[in-house]
Every structure is written in structure tokens, then in C-alpha cells.
């Protein structure tokens, strides 16, 4: 039923919440987990280049933290850093590597923080030839969120 399962990840608890779905999911399945980290192009600076190291080193640490839960699933994992937009990216992504299902982490914006970031999730969903599993937030997640 799957064969690639998509993870995009942004180095968060919610992110990481839903790699362990994915990976659960890519056991029963056999499928290879497929991990994917954005570098927001929206949220550079002009004089800062988009493949400068610490979006890099950020985008190593999110994919590297997502594959370690993956393998703890014994599942096959291929990582992939892209500089874009977050929605755009991901379904291009999924598109190019014809993956079965996306699971991702939901931040649960709501009010005028969303009207103003809006939800990546949201527009994955709607923009995404697969279907798409949301995982949301925990009390838990949020709480350390705060933190």
C-alpha cells in the first residue's frame, strides 16, 4: 500500500512526534522513509545566502534526528536538505519521488498568528496529490514549546 512515505521535518517535537508515525508506518509497509528539510527562502535575509552554514547545519540536525528514529524502525531512509518554499517544496518533492503518504507535525496555529504565517500542513493538504497524515501537538509538545 505505501512505498515512500514523506517526513518533512523543521527540527520540532511535533515534527519528530510524526517521524515516529512514519516510521511505524514504513515497518508495517516496508516502505523507505523519505526525510525532507526546508530552508524557508521566505524567512532569509538578502545579504545572507541560502545554503549558508547554519541553515545547513539546522537542516542536518532536523533530517539527522528524523533518520535515527527510522532506524530505529529498521526501515530505509533517504534525507534531502532543499531551499525553497516550505509547501512548494514538499509537494514538488513528493511529486519527483512519487511518495504514497506524507506525514508531518502540526504546529496548531490558529487565530492571527495563522492568518499572518498561515500552515504549511494546511496548504500540503490542499495542494498534495497523496493523501497527507497530520499528526497533532501533545499537551506535552506544547508545554515544552513554551519553554
Do not use: W
Not at 542536518?60 to 516550505?86: F, L, N, W
Request: proline share 5%; net charge negative; glycine share 6%.
Amino acid at each position: 500500500m505505501f512505498d515512500h512515505i514523506l517526513v518533512p521535518t523543521d527540527g520540532s517535537r511535533h515534527a519528530l512526534r510524526a517521524a515516529e508515525y512514519a516510521g511505524d508506518l514504513a515497518a508495517t509497509y516496508g516502505a523507505t522513509l523519505h526525510v525532507l528539510y526546508v530552508v524557508d527562502v521566505r524567512t532569509t535575509h538578502a545579504d545572507m545566502p541560502l545554503d549558508d552554514s547554519e541553515s545547513q547545519t539546522r537542516g542536518q540536525k532536523a533530517v539527522q534526528t528524523v533518520a535515527d528514529v527510522a532506524s530505529d524502525h529498521d526501515v530505509p531512509v533517504e534525507t534531502e536538505i532543499r531551499v525553497g518554499v516550505p509547501h512548494q517544496a514538499i509537494v514538488g518533492y513528493s511529486d519527483e519521488r512519487d511518495v504514497d503518504l506524507v506525514v508531518m507535525g502540526t504546529h496548531g496555529t490558529s487565530g492571527l498568528e495563522r492568518y499572518l504565517i498561515g500552515s504549511v500542513a494546511e496548504r500540503v493538504i490542499r495542494l498534495s496529490d497523496v493523501p497527507v497524515m497530520c499528526i497533532p501537538p501533545t499537551d506535552e509538545d506544547d508545554a515544552a514549546n513554551e519553554r
